[in-house]
């Protein structure tokens, strides 16, 4: 997962629906998108591109490990995007988060450190302050 440099997925090759939630790790490949809710880790398979697509309604309460991310909904949990990381507006992630190259849309909440991939293997955290209104 981690080796070489992949394209997201561009299709869905599977749901898991708005009404559905499971308990348990979920290991795939290819594209998944999530309507519903995880309680459990989120993998791709190792040496397979993998793209997972978080929709706004969306929970995630595990680690999440893929090469490309995009969220709009909520992970509880740490996050590694080997590749890239979208979080969209609505995006609401509680853990530290790992990437290689990171879009965040104003209105998106990252509680942890953010820590980029250098692409040697080497990782270099990012320190934010925020700044207190007076």
Same mark, same amino acid.
């Given at each position: ?7 997201? =997925? ?28 995880i ?8 040496? =397979? ?8 309604h ?6 999440? $490990?893929?090469? %490309? @991310? ?9 996050? %590694? ?6 979080? $969209? ?15 965040? $849309? $104003? ?6 450190? @953010? ?7 080497e ?6 302050k ?5």
């Amino acid at each position: 997962m981690f080796g070489k440099s992949s394209k997201p =997925q561009n299709r869905i090759d599977s749901l898991i629906g708005g009404t559905t939630r499971i308990e348990g790790n979920v290991f795939f490949s290819g594209g998944l998108r999530v309507d519903g809710v995880i309680r459990g880790n989120v993998c791709a398979l190792p040496d =397979q591109p993998g793209t997972l697509v978080i929709s706004e309604h969306a929970r995630i309460d595990g680690e999440v $490990q893929v090469a %490309h @991310l995009v969220v709009n909904g909520t992970i509880n949990g740490p996050v %590694h995007a080997a590749e890239t990381l979208e979080l $969209q507006a609505s995006s609401r992630v509680k853990g530290d988060v790992h990437y290689k190259s990171i879009e965040m $849309q $104003q209105g998106s909440v990252v509680e942890g450190r @953010l820590v980029h991939y250098d692409g040697v293997g080497e990782v270099k955290a990012v320190e934010l302050k925020l700044a207190s209104g007076s």
